[in-house]
């Protein structure tokens, strides 16, 4: 079915109880509509406005220059665009300045796709966001999953705000970085973390000797309940005396002793993580590489190995490279 029209719908079907327009084709487009000033295709209902299905290609598929490639909107309880492929991709919209997919739910869900072998939804733009979450008062972007990623990025991601992680974060580095105190304008400043191999925290400040050559140093009321296995450190400012640890960490405090009245002494203070969480998560230090991922790499590039030879490429069945995903996607536009 293909409808054209300069000024309003170029298809238009309307149904109290079935589909208002229906289309199905085994070697081209099932539904085409095309419009100058208004929609190419519209659907409203109370269930599934669009509703796109392939055995081997594009679900649906929309284009535009300069507006929404695809908008779907449910009122209640619906869904604004479906999308479902067999094999290929479930919804796919390509915009080069406008958005790909736009979906308003009320009440509903906005954008739903499923695929049993391939990728749900596929957003690609030349020149803005391929894929765009908008929330004032919910979530953005929400992903869930029981037995992958939830969500799953191939390249650089930045965040522009706060970014809160409840579970374990797993990475090969990291640092901060903020303007160079010395040159805001023109330089950057950036610090690698403190890694361990234990789940450490640390505490330190600067003591001074009381008339005894004695300091107690008081510590969080929190802290023994959060640490264990505490090691210490002491260093004089300004001279020399055997300080030694009187008392370990009771009370939370410990006590400084062998110095002189008047000495500082810079303290630092290690305990390991013992909440509910740590004991419940702790790091594994050492371990074997899952069978198929062996002979290869977290990071190839480093070893002077090619992107093949890289872990992320064995999980993801060779399907690696922008290149070669958008030539795959290419490959299913009609």
């Known amino acids: 079915m293909v409808g054209t029209s300069t000024t309003s719908y170029g298809v238009r079907g309307v149904s109290g109880t079935s589909d208002g327009v229906s289309g199905f ?119 869930r999953s029981s037995s992958s990623f939830a969500g799953y990025f191939d390249g650089p991601v930045r965040v522009v705000g706060a970014l809160t992680v409840t579970g374990t974060l797993t990475k090969g580095g990291g640092s901060f970085q903020i303007d160079h105190p010395l040159d805001p304008a023109n330089k950057l400043l950036s610090h690698s973390f403190v890694e361990s191999p234990d789940m450490k925290n640390i505490y330190d400040g600067v003591a001074a000797l009381d008339d005894n050559g004695e300091a107690t140093v008081g510590l969080p009321a929190w802290l023994e309940t959060l640490n264990s296995d505490f090691r210490y450190q002491l260093t004089c400012l300004g001279g020399y005396a055997p300080v030694f640890i009187a008392q370990e960490v009771q009370g939370n405090q410990f006590k400084i002793a062998g110095g002189r009245p008047g000495l500082k002494v810079s303290w630092q203070v290690t305990g390991i993580r013992q909440d509910a969480y740590a004991k419940a998560h702790r790091i594994q230090v050492e371990e074997e590489k899952p069978d ?4 290869y790499y977290l990071h190839p590039k480093e070893f002077g190995l090619p992107e093949e030879k890289g872990v992320e490429w064995v999980r993801d069945g060779g399907r690696r490279t922008q290149a070669a995903r958008r030539e795959a996607a290419s490959q299913l536009e009609p």
């Open 25 to 143: 084709s085994s070697g081209s487009d099932g539904v085409v509509g095309s419009s100058s000033t208004r929609y190419g295709v519209r659907g409203d209902s109370p269930y599934e406005a669009v509703y796109g299905r392939s055995a081997g290609g594009v679900g649906v598929h929309g284009s535009t220059d300069s507006s929404n490639a695809v908008w779907g909107t449910a009122n209640t309880n619906g869904v604004g665009v479906r999308g479902d492929s067999g094999s290929g991709i479930g919804v796919l919209a390509n915009s080069d300045s406008g958005t790909g997919v736009r979906a308003d739910a009320p009440g509903g869900i906005g954008v739903y796709a499923t695929s049993s072998s391939s990728t749900g939804v596929v957003g690609e733009s030349s020149s803005s966001y391929g894929v765009a979450g908008i929330s004032d008062s919910g979530t953005g972007v929400y992903g």
């Open 292 to 295: 198929k991922e062996r002979g």
